[in-house]
């Protein structure tokens, strides 16, 4: 099923839903009857036949027939049991304990009674911006469930203590027993289901030919049928919470805002400062005081773009702005708040968020410190390039490019791609042409002159196809143009279909397929060259480029390398982590394939016939022994 036709499904469902709940309830319990039903009759039937093969087999009745037929049902009814009985992992992350936030915990069982809501048996915390109910069960859909509440810190380090009991309110509400339960289960069967079919899809064994054709069928329906249900979950959980908290709107906006800004500027803000003090920052300390810094303006910018943000038909979560209408309510700035719900519910938050810094610096630090290292040679060739009074290369065009994006923003950068565009062929700088379309759809620039850009950009490179395809469905989708969006969508979906069937020729090489010499710059052969003689074992390499037939634009090239091992190596072993070692060592090669040729002398006598094939050979007394 294509994207296009399960949006379809999806409208056509919620119509239905909306017209006649009580009646649409019911199609999914019979197509959630269905889809275990499936599993459940055959299950049967293999179980039936194992009775019977060991019922002839106990009667003295012995053949080669029974034993085979008992083997085939058993392996049969032991791969649906096992697909059944998924086993889980508990989520990973801080567990809290109630001595560590009794104010916390004590909130929690008072919503809980409120809004009639199982137990929650632990509470989990991680260093995302959200909130949500998981329930485990070690076995998927068999065996008790638990309820775990996973928090965010940085959402407990900017919301006030009231908007943060509206969003677990909410959260509450998806496992309650009150007017959501219905949909909760159903989410709850769809998870499981949904890990049913993964499972028996990546399961190779015998008889899966038995579910393939059904799962393909099946599933997108069910997804479909379950789509109205689960965004309609979302509006009832925020009636709930509205209902019990009273400000709903106002925790709604405040997360859209405090959650975009965390996910797109804070640590980009946080590394700047860092870079210019050589220090390491403690991010989950510091989130409130930078949030609370941010200016009216920049508040009213990131509100703005989520009033602008609409759901798709594929997105079980509805957009801000309809959340807000379902509540009746007008959307409003965030109010800075002195105390937060970290600071008024746990016992000791400094601890908590010491915790969760010292796990930062423990994953993060090598990497921020060469971050560091990058940023002041990044800022260091940026003055190099910004001082030169000579004209510019288009290579050095590019970087200059990417490093005003970097050091002062997009809006410096566009004077740069625009004297890329000015400059050069138009088929050299298709990635200038994209960038300057999504500036300007993006920021109320000339908006027929960004859609202008970004066909553009398509129609020269196949490389930014998808890119600029994607862009052009998102602005179809937010000023409502559906017959360009459906149109767009299409042509999206097609090339999505393209570049998979494209990745997978430029990812496989046989004797019949075509090679013709490389076109590679003579700087790239010769860095390539300084790598590849720094791999001893590496005697001989040839580089070609595969004629390619599902986007013959696009470039792969193939580097055939013969190696030399010592004796009494295990060869298979080798090779991969040989391959492994290449692929990460040898990063002169660009749009290339590695091959180690030891074996397959029929394809290396084919690759080695290509003019100019030979790049590097090394001699008899050089080689390892």
């Known amino acids: 099923m294509t994207n296009g036709e399960f949006e379809l499904l999806v409208k056509r469902f919620e119509n239905e839903a909306a017209n006649n709940s009580k009646s649409y309830r019911t199609k999914v319990l019979l197509m959630t009857g269905l889809g275990f039903g499936y ?303 970290l600071e008024n519910l746990f016992a000791n938050p400094k601890s908590i ?46 970087e200059k490019g990417n490093l005003t994006r970097q050091f002062e923003g997009d809006g410096e950068a566009v004077k740069v791609y625009e004297e890329i565009i000015t400059n050069f062929a138009a088929e050299e700088v298709a990635p200038a042409y994209l960038f300057l379309g999504n500036y300007y759809l993006q920021n109320n620039s000339s908006k027929k002159m960004g859609i202008d850009y970004i066909e553009k950009a398509i129609s020269l490179d196949w490389d930014c196809r998808l890119h600029g395809l994607n862009s052009l469905c998102e602005y179809y989708h937010q000023t409502e143009q559906t017959e360009k969006l459906e149109e767009t969508k299409a042509e999206f979906e097609k090339w999505l279909d393209l570049i998979e069937q494209s990745d997978h020729e430029c990812n496989y090489f046989y004797v019949n397929d075509q090679f013709v010499s490389h076109d590679k710059p003579a700087k790239e052969i010769e860095l390539s060259v300084q790598q590849l003689s720094l791999q001893q074992e590496v005697i001989s390499a040839y580089l070609v480029r595969k004629v390619l037939t599902v986007i013959p634009e696009r470039k792969q090239y193939v580097l055939a390398l013969r190696v030399v091992l010592p004796k009494g190596s295990n060869l298979n072993g080798d090779m991969e982590q040989l391959h492994e070692k290449y692929v990460d060592e040898l990063s002169g090669f660009t749009d290339t394939a590695i091959i180690i040729f030891n074996e397959d002398e029929e394809l290396l006598r084919k690759i080695r016939l290509i003019d100019h094939a030979t790049i590097y050979s090394r001699k008899k007394s050089e080689r390892v022994s």
Request: glycine content about 4%.
């Open 353 to 398: 968020l010491n915790h969760f810094n010292d796990l930062w610096i423990e994953w993060n630090h090598e990497n921020w410190q060469e971050g560091i290292k990058d940023y002041h040679n990044d800022q260091k060739r940026f003055e190099e390039l910004s001082s030169k009074h000579s004209s510019l290369e288009l290579d050095e065009l590019w």
């Open 39 to 341: 599993v459940f009759f055959f299950l049967v039937c293999f179980l039936i036949l194992m009775g019977i093969s060991i019922a002839y087999l106990v009667s003295g009745h012995f053949s080669f027939g029974s034993i085979k037929l008992l083997l085939i049902a058993g392996a049969l009814s032991y791969f649906i049991l096992k697909a059944l009985f998924i086993k889980m992992e508990m989520p990973q992350g801080y567990y809290l304990s109630e001595d560590e936030a009794p104010e916390l915990f004590a909130r929690i069982e008072e919503l809980r009674k409120k809004i009639d809501t199982p137990e929650i048996h632990a509470i989990l915390l991680d260093s995302t911006y959200n909130a949500g109910v998981f329930q485990y069960s070690k076995y998927g859909f068999i065996g008790k469930k638990r309820n775990i509440l996973q928090i965010g810190v940085p959402l407990l380090s900017t919301l006030s203590e009231q908007n943060f009991l509206t969003v677990i309110a909410h959260e509450l509400a998806h496992i309650s027993h009150s007017d959501t339960a219905f949909g909760a289960k159903i989410y709850r069967v769809r998870r499981t289901w949904g890990r049913l079919m993964h499972s028996l899809e990546e399961n190779e064994q015998f008889g899966t030919f038995l579910f393939r054709k059904f799962i393909k069928w099946y599933y997108p329906r069910f997804n479909a049928y379950t789509f109205a249900l689960r965004r309609q979950q979302e509006y009832e959980a925020d009636k709930v919470s509205m209902d019990v908290t009273g400000n709903a709107a106002s925790s709604l906006c405040t997360i859209e805002v405090a959650g975009r800004y965390y996910e797109v500027d804070f640590y980009n803000q946080l590394f700047e400062e860092s870079a210019k003090t050589n220090s390491v920052p403690e991010p989950y300390t510091e989130f409130k005081e930078k949030f609370n810094s941010l200016s009216e303006s920049q508040l009213e910018s990131y509100l703005q773009d989520a009033l602008k943000w609409k759901s798709s038909e594929t997105d079980t979560h509805p957009s801000l702005i309809e959340r807000l209408e379902f509540l009746k309510a007008e959307p409003a700035l965030p109010q800075r708040v002195s105390s937060t719900a």
